[in-house]
């Protein structure tokens, strides 16, 4: 067999400017030249002795043998037609459009047929490519309908490029925005027409296998990434320099885009963007026809009615057809009193965001957003940034509203108000918007300040009727309590309440306690019930100084203490809460507390409005008490005097009653007295020693009985003021001498003595000397009772700073507190047992003290219980020698009288 082809033939063939491959009868191939290897990928070697229909389409393999099996039949040489309309199968999988011309080999043994081969494919698409361009091109031309232009693009493209979603985008004037204007294929969540993207810094082709762009991980790609739809081509419209917009493809399959689609899409946007730049003015045109059209209906809105509720509604509905959004607010200013008040909301409902919100300006975003007094607009990145900083804001972000508009309301060059537009979409506003607001806001910002006069005059008038009505209910009556319900109706006039109470405070105390309450949840705090003040909102009130509005987190921490103060029995759904200190003078007397379950819901407006309400309270609080203190005194004072005269009656008749016993008692006892002394005497010798001690006996019980009739009798005196002293000039050492004789042998039946230290000197005082021998022998007969045999009673006297120093010392029993401070009340006795044992009366001491008063003196006592007593007496008007005129008296010869013992 004749080798193919031989060293000439593979010459000539690998000249040739078209791919040749020689094929025998079986159909397998013998031989490639260099250009088939670059038009099928392959190289000789992987394809010598294959089938031919290695390089046919499978759709195209049966058809290929058929017609391969007839020309072998009978070969003919067959030249190209450029049909186009046969395919070639690459290496790579892509299927060629070629023409191809046969030869068959004369007299070969092999059958060997050449098979000239021609890429007819880029021809077949530059033909394609002309003809849409010009069904783009007199639709684009004609048509002024722009939807129409989009249409035939998205049906034509197909033919050339295969694609999953069509986008077309038109920048937005004085913004880094893109808007889509037509979408078609597969969707996305939120990247319909009419969204906003940012606008592309350049054209590209992005691949599946290049994420790593500068888009990559754009907010902007995600919904396209989590479908698949990753390769993406973008080509500018109009100047590439300035584009007018953009045309996108979107595909699914890896790779889906060429070179060579980037550049034919170039044609077609240079195609239609005249068009689009045509749509863009007259959308431009008619937009600011339709803004001229809105600006003259708000203005009649605003000049044909003063109900600003009606002229915010009716001018919503004419700001939706110029910007669209899905929440309006217009808010007022208050710059002088740091208030902002939302007057109007429209659309998308947000919670703690509804009309009549009220919140201090300097801790709001409005703050913010007014400082320049010009229009703004926020894409969702710069309003997350702002929201995070604002904790107002966080119902609107839990909301979903991702774009802002806001524009400020001026008056006289100062922020009165701001106009605020939001919508759910992301970047749904530009500087297109923010300058149609800002217009619009203009418009309206005159009948804001008018409508803000008007309501801020109608505002104090109603402060005024309230205080008034108030003050009214306050001269009518003098029962606080019913001024309560007056005051709960001005206040809700004015102000949210929920709850009101008022507490008493008693500053001196340091407690307070529930005087009236009314509203939600009376709690178990009883009226008059006083508790501590610490902890409470009314010691913070005090404390401070003036009304204040308590913060959320000392609401908390009094809730949680849960104490039953007037300010803590409540529930937790109070959450606002101001209280207001009231005094009468300087001196607090109550507090004033007002709540309401809707939070944060008193500003500086209403601590004022408390302030007024709180001292017209105060006021009536103080003349209350003042009544009651007056009813409660002259109560007191006629209850005392009825005690006094009861008691003057009582202590009248008890001194009648001890005057007439004692002078009734004393006679017969004077007579049994005197004949028991004579009996005593046993003159005859007739009584036996038996008989005379029952005597001496008879004599002891009526020297006590006498001593208690003596001691009735005095105590009689002193009550009726008969009481008096006989005072003389004498020296008291003989004095002391004879008590001391007087006692022993008294002393001795107790086994107890009498310890009389000497005295200096001589010792004379001016005095009424019975009663200081009263006093002493009172004193002294005291120590004795109450202290053991075997013990001692001292008796001392001395000079000390001019007084007479009596001192009685025992080493007795002593007295417990109650017996100490009881000591001098007319007919005490300690319950001890051993003093209940004892006889008395209960009044030696009340004379004791009687006569040390009336002498000018003083007593002192220390006494321990188990150790013993000290009582000290000091009579002033003493001294170591007789004065001149007691000298003269008793010429020149001092005289002692002789002392008798009251209890002899």
């Known amino acids: 067999m004749t080798r193919f082809p031989d060293e000439i033939a593979e010459q000539t063939l690998q000249a040739m400017p078209d791919a040749v491959i020689a094929v025998n009868s079986l159909g397998h191939i013998q031989f490639m030249n260099t250009h088939a290897e ?3 990928g392959y190289s000789s070697n992987e394809l010598l002795e294959k089938s031919i229909e290695t390089l046919i389409p499978a759709s195209q ?7 391969r099996s007839q020309f072998h039949g009978a070969p003919t040489p067959r030249t190209m037609s450029a049909r186009g309309d046969l395919q070639l199968l690459r290496k790579d999988g892509e299927i060629l459009q070629v023409d191809i011309s046969l030869s068959p080999i004369e007299g070969h043994a092999d059958g060997i047929v050449l098979s000239a081969i021609r890429d007819v494919s880029e021809w077949e698409r530059k033909s394609r490519e002309e003809i849409l361009l010009a069904d783009i091109g007199v639709v684009a031309g004609n048509e002024r309908d722009i939807e129409k232009v989009y249409e035939v693009l998205d049906s034509s493209l197909p033919r050339l490029i295969k694609f999953d979603r069509l ?20 969707s996305a969540p939120g990247e319909g027409i009419g969204t906003r993207v940012l606008a592309p810094d350049d054209s590209e082709i992005l691949p599946g296998s290049q994420r790593n762009t500068t888009l990559t991980g754009s907010p902007d790609e995600v919904p396209f990434l989590l479908n698949g739809l990753q390769p993406w081509v973008q080509v500018p419209l109009g100047d590439p320099d300035s584009p007018s917009g953009y045309l996108d493809l979107r595909g699914s399959s890896k790779d889906a885009f060429s070179g060579k689609d980037l550049l034919f899409l170039a044609r077609v946007a240079n195609q239609i963007s005249p068009a689009l730049e045509n749509a863009r003015f007259y959308a431009q045109a008619h937009g600011e026809a339709r803004e001229r059209v809105v600006l003259s209906e708000i203005s009649r809105i605003i000049t044909s009615t003063s109900d600003m509720e009606n002229v915010y509604r009716l001018t919503a509905d004419q700001i939706h057809e110029l910007v669209p959004f899905d929440r309006l607010v217009v808010s007022t200013i208050d710059q002088s009193r740091n208030l902002v008040t939302d007057r109007f909301v429209a659309g998308h409902y947000v919670p703690d965001g509804g009309a009549g919100s009220i919140y201090p300006l300097d ?9 320049d007094l010009r229009s703004r607009s926020f894409n969702h990145l710069e309003l997350e940034e702002m929201e995070s900083r604002y904790v107002e804001l966080e119902a609107r972000r839990k909301a979903g509203l991702k774009s802002l508009v806001v524009a400020p309301l001026i008056w006289d060059d100062e922020a009165i108000g701001i106009l605020i537009l939001r919508s759910f979409s992301e970047n749904a506003y530009g500087e297109p918007e923010a300058a149609i607001v800002l217009k619009i806001a203009n418009q309206i910002s005159g009948a804001v300040a008018n409508a803000e006069l008007v309501r801020r005059l109608e505002k104090e008038v109603a402060i005024q009727e309230a205080l008034a009505d108030i003050s009214r209910s306050i001269i009518s009556s003098r029962d606080i309590a019913e001024v309560i319900p007056e005051v709960v109706r001005a206040i809700k006039r004015l102000m949210p309440v929920d709850r009101l109470v008022i507490s008493d405070v008693d500053e001196d105390k340091s407690v307070c306690g529930l005087r009236w309450s009314w509203g939600e949840n009376d709690g178990p705090l009883a009226p008059d019930r006083m508790v501590p003040i610490a902890g409470t909102v009314t010691e913070l009130a005090f404390r401070r100084g ?5 913060e959320p987190e000392m609401v908390r921490k009094v809730l949680e203490r849960n104490h039953k103060t007037p300010d803590a029995d409540v529930n937790g759904d109070l959450n606002s809460w101001i209280c207001a200190p009231l005094f009468a003078g300087k001196k607090g007397i109550g507090a004033l507390h007002i709540r309401a379950r809707d939070q944060n819901a008193y500003l500086d407006q209403h601590v004022q409005i408390v302030e007024m309400i709180g001292a017209q309270i105060a006021g009536a609080i103080a003349n209350a008490q003042a009544h009651a203190q007056a009813l409660e005194s002259e109560r007191v004072r006629i209850e005392v005097e009825a005690e006094k005269r009861e008691m003057e009656l009582l202590e009248k008749q008890r001194s009648n009653f001890l005057s007439t016993v004692s002078h009734e008692l004393k006679t017969p006892l004077t007579s049994l007295v005197a004949f028991a002394d004579i009996l005593a005497r046993n003159r005859d010798s007739t009584m036996n020693s038996r008989q005379l001690q029952q005597i001496q006996v008879m004599q002891r019980s009526a020297r006590r009985l006498d001593l208690l009739i003596n001691d009735l009798l005095d105590v009689s005196r002193l009550d009726a003021g008969t009481f008096t002293l006989t005072k003389s000039e004498f020296e008291t050492s003989l004095l002391l001498t004879e008590i001391q004789a007087i006692f022993e042998p008294i002393l001795e039946q107790c086994d107890q003595s009498l310890d009389v230290p000497g005295v200096a000197g001589p010792i004379w005082i001016n005095a009424d000397r019975d009663r200081v021998v009263q006093l002493i022998t009172n004193l002294a007969s005291n120590s004795s009772k109450y202290s053991l045999p075997g013990t001692k009673i001292r008796l001392a006297l001395e000079i000390e700073n001019g007084s007479l120093a009596i001192t009685v010392s025992d080493s007795g029993i002593g007295m417990d507190e109650d017996t100490l401070e009881n ?15 004892q006889p008395g009366t209960g009044l030696g001491m009340v004379i004791v003290k009687s006569i040390v008063d009336l002498h000018d003196g003083t007593l002192s006592i220390s006494s321990d219980q188990g150790v013993g007593t000290t009582i000290k007496v000091l009579l002033p008007h003493c001294s170591s020698s007789p004065s001149d005129e007691y000298l003269k008296s008793v010429g020149n010869e001092p005289k002692a009288k002789p002392v008798r013992s009251r209890l002899e």
């Open 546 to 550: 003036k009304t204040t509005v308590i």
């Open 38 to 40: 670059e038009l099928t």
């Open 167 to 186: 986008v077309i985008t038109a920048k937005i004037p004085d913004t880094n925005l893109v808007e889509r204007v037509y979408v078609s294929g597969q």
């Open 363 to 371: 801790k709001s975003a409005t703050g913010e957003l007014i400082q």
């Open 823 to 837: 000591l001098f009340t007319p007919f005490y006795r300690s319950s001890d047992e051993h003093t209940q044992s």
């Open 61 to 67: 393999r049966a058809a290929h043998a058929q017609r």
